[in-house]
């Protein structure tokens, strides 16, 4: 583990991982990726007699965050016929994304998603051609030490 060392590292080495139908492939040519947020929702529990005249809340349902991969887009690769198949499919698939440090995989986030948007971005006679894509997250995620 990383114990107490907060030396900062870049992303490379990163990997994202999304299941096509057999087992998890890792999407070529990655450019980034967010890490998905936590979000929970607050539902306004504030009645007459609230104490101290303040409103007040309780826990409500977890809220399906997104979080988006940016690729170097080759039309009709392997990795763009996945994404373009899981996103007509419009089902959940399994996902891994791999956090490096010092360029070595380290930790990683196991869950489930959803790809709900998939932008092939400009065609420019001097810029390398990108796309972006969102994905919905479908289940907890599962944050832990890095396993091959």
């Given at each position: 583990?990383?114990?107490?060392?907060?030396?900062?590292?870049?992303?490379?080495?990163?990997?994202v991982?999304?299941?096509?139908?057999?087992?998890l492939?890792?999407?070529?040519?990655?450019?980034?990726?967010?890490?998905?947020?936590?979000?929970?929702?607050?539902?306004?529990?504030?009645?007459?007699?609230?104490?101290?005249?303040?409103?007040?809340?309780?826990?409500g349902?977890?809220?399906?965050?997104?979080?988006?991969v940016?690729?170097?887009?080759?039309?009709?690769s392997?990795?763009?016929?996945?994404?373009?198949?899981?996103r007509?499919?419009?089902d959940?698939?399994?996902?891994?994304?791999?956090?490096?440090?010092?360029?070595?995989?380290?930790?990683?986030?196991?869950?489930?998603?959803?790809?709900?948007?998939h932008?092939?971005?400009?065609?420019?006679?001097?810029?390398?051609?990108?796309?972006?894509?969102?994905?919905?997250?479908?289940?907890?995620?599962?944050?832990?030490?890095?396993?091959?």
């Amino acid at each position: 583990m990383a114990g107490e060392n907060q030396e900062a590292s870049i992303g490379w080495g990163g990997e994202v991982h999304l299941f096509n139908g057999t087992t998890l492939y890792e999407l070529h040519e990655v450019v980034s990726f967010t890490l998905p947020p936590d979000t929970d929702s607050e539902v306004d529990a504030t009645h007459l007699k609230s104490p101290g005249r303040r409103r007040s809340t309780v826990p409500g349902l977890i809220e399906d965050s997104t979080f988006q991969v940016v690729l170097n887009y080759r039309p009709l690769s392997d990795t763009d016929i996945l994404i373009r198949a899981a996103r007509a499919a419009r089902d959940t698939r399994a996902m891994k994304l791999v956090i490096p440090q010092n360029g070595q995989p380290f930790a990683q986030v196991e869950l489930t998603a959803k790809c709900t948007g998939h932008s092939r971005g400009e065609i420019s006679p001097e810029g390398v051609m990108q796309a972006t894509v969102t994905f919905q997250v479908k289940s907890d995620e599962d944050f832990s030490e890095y396993q091959a």
